[in-house]
């Protein structure tokens, strides 16, 4: 099992950088993908980005592709998730999840930043 939160959330205008940080506790944090994903008033959840357990492998959606990053610390038990040139289509409350196996549906979850892109 393993326990998530997140930070790094707030108000920024657009063009602006946040860096979200999941930090986990629990043990073989190590051997779970770790995912991030976004909830917008109105509208339905959706995958932003995803990293495997060791890093070598990562998904971004295509709307935040070439502008954000994601990245883990495995050793501090932490993903990050660096978001550039931020829009104000990007406002919405960020989860990081985390699962063994399953991109899509993860098992465990945090509670959620929020983030609000100003025009």
């Known amino acids: 099992q393993v326990h998530l939160v997140e930070s790094g959330g707030g108000l920024v205008q657009a063009g602006g950088s946040l860096r979200l940080s999941c930090a986990a506790s629990?043990?073989?944090?190590?051997?779970?993908?770790i995912d991030w994903f976004r909830q917008a008033p109105g509208k339905e959840r959706e995958l932003v980005a995803g990293?495997?357990?060791?890093?070598?492998?990562?998904y971004y959606a295509d709307s935040v592709k070439e502008r954000f990053t994601i990245s883990r610390d495995n050793a501090k038990k932490t993903v990050y998730l660096k978001m550039n040139s931020l829009e104000p289509e990007d406002t919405a409350l960020y989860y990081c999840?985390?699962?063994?196996?399953?991109?899509?549906?993860?098992?465990?979850w945090g509670q959620g930043t929020q983030v609000t892109v100003s025009s």
């Open positions: 999840a985390a699962d063994k196996n399953n991109w899509t549906r993860p098992e465990y």
């Open positions: 990293i495997n357990w060791s890093g070598s492998s990562t």
């Open positions: 629990g043990r073989a944090f190590s051997s779970y993908l």
